[in-house]
């Protein structure tokens, strides 16, 4: 962290974010590839489904660092816009821009807003359909269709902690509905329970029920990285919900993953998208959320700061991955799951919102690493 300071990261951070919400649709009315990574709905911050959820969350926590509500007005907009357009279908990726919805909500007390809040997390409780032993089936928008779902049947997939499972523990812990955080802590579990690989001791992408396997067997960094920064932010939302025992068993899972994925870090300072296979691409999504975990468990005293050496080098490849007008260089596109390693190297790189986001929570734990050291 030498090399960098406050004023740097700020300055970083904030031509970074200009690129988030002026990223240009690059879709061009390709039809839609899922194979390669390409669906026209992920491009650009208008549309309302998880890359622009996933960018509208990076906002919304750099407004909370800097205390105020700079990003409203935009976050209002965006909503105006969505909402003439027609929301999409509910599913597990259409519940990612209410994470930022709920902290919207609770700054403006509209009604609306909390109206659409509670109605989405009910939904996930009593509607979505559910795996065996009540898991969060991983329904997606259909790719031609806003209006339609593919279902994903009796799937579990590691994404679902982060884009569904943050909401409705959020929304449990501010709305007071113990069913609601009680269901959100039983989506952890059994995410861990058939996604984390004990001998590798990582995460799979998902898992099927019909299938009875993980698919391919594959190790996706940025599939890892959903749970490496959402088990803490989970942990903190949840901290007073928690029994002892819970919360040394989600830290344990962490430690042990972390302590893993230091090992297989590249000598660049980023991970490889097959994190296993150093003959795949080196994917700055992913590692971002990787180095955020690192300087926010070593805040929160999850780690000792004998892990700063491998969050420096990576935060220093990160820096050197944002090209001089803010955008995010080696993203991989959205990823379904594959049956082999060949297919997340197929993936398309192309500049995501999340993939800005995700580099803007990275750059907020540094300084908020770097403003606790000073302390």
């Not at 489904?49 to 990076?58: A, F, N, S």
């Not at 105006?80 to 007390?109: H, V």
């Not at 982060?162 to 609601?180: E, H, R």
Request: net charge negative; glycine share 6%; hydrophobic share 40%.
């Amino acid at each position: 962290m030498n090399q960098y300071n406050e004023e740097y990261l700020i300055m970083t951070i904030e031509k970074v974010l200009f690129r988030l919400i002026n990223l240009e649709n690059q879709a061009f009315g390709k039809e839609a590839d899922p194979w390669k990574g390409f669906a026209n709905r992920d491009f650009g911050i208008e549309t309302w489904d998880w890359p622009q959820g996933v960018g509208l969350y990076g906002m919304e926590q750099l407004q909370n660092y800097y205390g105020d509500a700079r990003y409203d007005s935009f976050f209002e907009e965006w909503l105006y816009n969505n909402r003439s357009k027609g929301f999409p279908s509910a599913n597990i990726n259409t519940t990612a821009p209410y994470n930022m919805l709920l902290a919207l909500e609770q700054r403006t007390k509209n009604k609306q807003y909390k109206k659409m809040c509670l109605e989405r997390a009910q939904w996930l409780v009593n509607e979505l359909p559910k795996t065996a032993e009540g898991g969060f089936w991983h329904v997606t928008t259909d790719l031609f269709d806003k209006n339609g779902v593919i279902l994903n049947e009796n799937q579990l997939w590691i994404d679902t902690l982060f884009m569904a499972v943050l909401f409705l523990a959020k929304a449990g812990v501010t709305y007071k509905k113990k069913a609601w955080i009680d269901e959100s802590i039983n989506q952890i579990l059994i995410h861990i329970k058939y996604l984390y690989d004990k001998q590798a001791r990582l995460f799979h992408h998902g898992w099927s029920f019909d299938r009875n396997d993980n698919f391919g067997g594959i190790f996706w960094a940025r599939g890892n990285s959903w749970f490496t920064y959402g088990i803490l932010q989970l942990l903190a939302i949840l901290e007073d919900y928690l029994p002892e025992g819970l919360k040394v068993y989600f830290r344990n899972t962490f430690c042990t993953q972390l302590n893993e994925l230091v090992h297989l870090q590249a000598e660049s300072g980023l991970w490889h998208t097959v994190l296993t296979d150093v003959k795949s691409y080196q994917e700055v999504s992913g590692s971002a959320l990787f180095t955020a975990g690192l300087f926010k468990a070593m805040r929160m005293k999850i780690l000792d700061e004998s892990y700063q050496g491998f969050a420096d080098k990576a935060l220093k490849a990160i820096i050197e991955n944002i090209d001089q007008d803010g955008t995010i260089l080696n993203v991989s596109a959205g990823t379904a799951i594959g049956l082999n390693a060949q297919h997340y190297q197929d993936i398309i790189i192309a500049p995501m919102p999340y993939g800005q986001a995700m580099v803007i929570l990275a750059l907020i734990e540094a300084l908020e690493f770097l403003a606790k050291r000073k302390l």
